[in-house]
């Protein structure tokens, strides 16, 4: 069993930046491809972005490449989302998940999910 908690959400300008964290509390945090999704209100949940079990493959969703950035830290159990020149569109609750397929966009092949982070951006 895989407990994400998610933290690094809140209140920014569009314009603005915010850093996501995802701590996972497992000693196989390596073991395990890592995603980030957002669902916002009468939305269903989308993909944002994927890293390999090692970081070395990075996935995103049209919508954000370019402005956003995931890495993770296998030494300290946690993956991140860089969110830069953030759009009132971003809004969302943001979820990251621990998976089994590297890069997989689908919610679906994610195991084990956080309980969220708010991020809401004004204009």
């Known amino acids: 069993q895989v407990q994400l908690v998610e933290s690094g959400g809140g209140l920014v300008q569009a314009g603005g930046s915010l850093r996501l964290s995802c701590a996972a509390s497992t000693s196989t945090f390596s073991m395990y491809p890592m995603g980030w999704f957002r669902q916002a209100p009468g939305k269903e949940r989308e993909f944002v972005a994927a890293i390999s079990r090692f970081g070395s493959s990075t996935y995103y969703a049209d919508s954000v490449k370019g402005r956003f950035t995931i890495s993770r830290s296998n030494a300290k159990n946690t993956v991140y989302l860089q969110m830069n020149t953030l759009k009132p569109e971003d809004a969302a609750l943001y979820y990251c998940?621990?998976?089994?397929?590297?890069?997989?966009?689908?919610?679906?092949?994610?195991?084990?999910w956080g309980q969220g982070t708010q991020v809401t951006v004004s204009s």
């Open positions: 998940a621990a998976g089994r397929k590297t890069g997989s966009a689908t919610s679906a092949e994610y195991d084990y």
